[in-house]
């Protein structure tokens, strides 16, 4: 932890520079040895967060450009999306979560406001894994095959007896997605919870995140799947269209 905070106050240091810094003012500026201050450069500009020019001079890389431009666009799409959240879980009383993809988890951006609550259900802020949540099962079918591969090759870990953990069997799964445009998870996180998903697009068709609707498997299930996934394809096409998408004339809605 303390490398990982040296590091830290490095790049916030970087940050404070206007122009490209020497090694020896950065290490008199973080009051580290240089040697220290050397290593821990050396990391992030291995990592792409440092940049260093032909006068051995160090600043900030745009690889930290890129992770603050993915700040923005999560608090933008957050803002994006509120309202289609609360409108979507007083529709249908279930609990609604605005994912986005995070390393091999989902990332829960946001939850839309209902009066019921389902302790098993993430809230904002929380990661869960791919291949057992219909959000993280969404994003998994939209990622190219050398993702697919590494997530499925790093093991698939059972949580109930419904999680999918077979390679072949998943692949078959996310297949299914990617035709009918939405994943359902029926108890293969957390007994007794269920949950539809499907993907939010923007203007480029790219995939930027998941819109799910969980609810309590009795309310829940294939029987009145219909009843959660009709509002659900239609917030999550409003959401896009905010976002840039334009749908095709004729094309199924659960495409989204």
Same mark, same amino acid.
Not at 70 to 80: C, G
Not at 181 to 199: I, M, N, P
């Given at each position: 932890m303390q490398s990982v905070a040296r590091a830290a106050h490095l790049l916030k240091a970087l940050g404070r520079f206007s122009r490209p810094t020497s090694l020896s003012d950065l290490a008199r500026r973080v009051e580290l040895s240089k040697p220290a201050t050397y290593n821990l450069l050396k990391t992030l500009e291995v990592e792409g967060l440092v940049s260093k *020019?032909? *006068?051995?001079? &160090?600043?900030?890389?745009?690889?930290?450009?890129?992770?603050? $431009?993915?700040?923005?666009?999560?608090?933008?799409? +957050?803002?994006?999306?509120?309202?289609?959240? *609360?409108?979507?879980? /007083? =529709? +249908?009383?279930a609990a609604v979560l605005l994912g986005i993809l995070d390393d091999d988890n989902v990332l829960y951006l946001d939850r839309g406001q209902t009066s019921s609550t389902f302790g098993m259900v993430a809230n904002s802020g929380r990661r869960s894994s791919l291949h057992a949540t219909a959000s993280g099962k969404v994003l998994l079918? !939209?990622?190219?095959? *050398?993702?697919?591969?590494? &997530?499925?090759?790093?093991?698939?870990?059972?949580? +109930?007896?419904? /999680?999918?953990t077979d390679y072949e069997t998943l692949r078959e799964e996310l297949g299914k997605i990617a035709r009918?445009? &939405?994943? /359902?998870?029926?108890? =293969?996180? =957390?007994?007794?919870? $269920?949950?539809? $998903?499907?993907?939010?697009?923007?203007?480029?068709?790219?995939?930027?995140?998941?819109? +799910?609707?969980?609810?309590?498997s009795n309310r829940? !299930?294939?029987r009145n799947l219909s009843r959660f996934l009709v509002p659900l394809q239609r917030e999550a096409e409003a959401i896009s269209v905010k976002l840039g998408w334009t749908p095709h004339d004729g094309s199924d809605e659960s495409g989204v």
């Open positions: *020019d032909a *006068d051995a001079r &160090y600043q900030l890389s745009w690889g930290i450009y890129e992770l603050g $431009s993915a700040v923005v666009r999560s608090i933008e799409l +957050t803002k994006l999306s509120r309202f289609h959240l *609360d409108r979507l879980a /007083t =529709e +249908t009383n079918a !939209n990622q190219a095959e *050398d993702y697919v591969h590494g &997530y499925i090759s790093r093991g698939l870990k059972a949580y +109930t007896s419904n /999680t999918i009918r445009g &939405y994943a /359902t998870c029926w108890e =293969e996180r =957390e007994v007794g919870l $269920s949950s539809l $998903s499907v993907a939010l697009r923007n203007y480029s068709g790219s995939v930027q995140a998941s819109l +799910t609707v969980a609810a309590p829940l !299930n294939t």
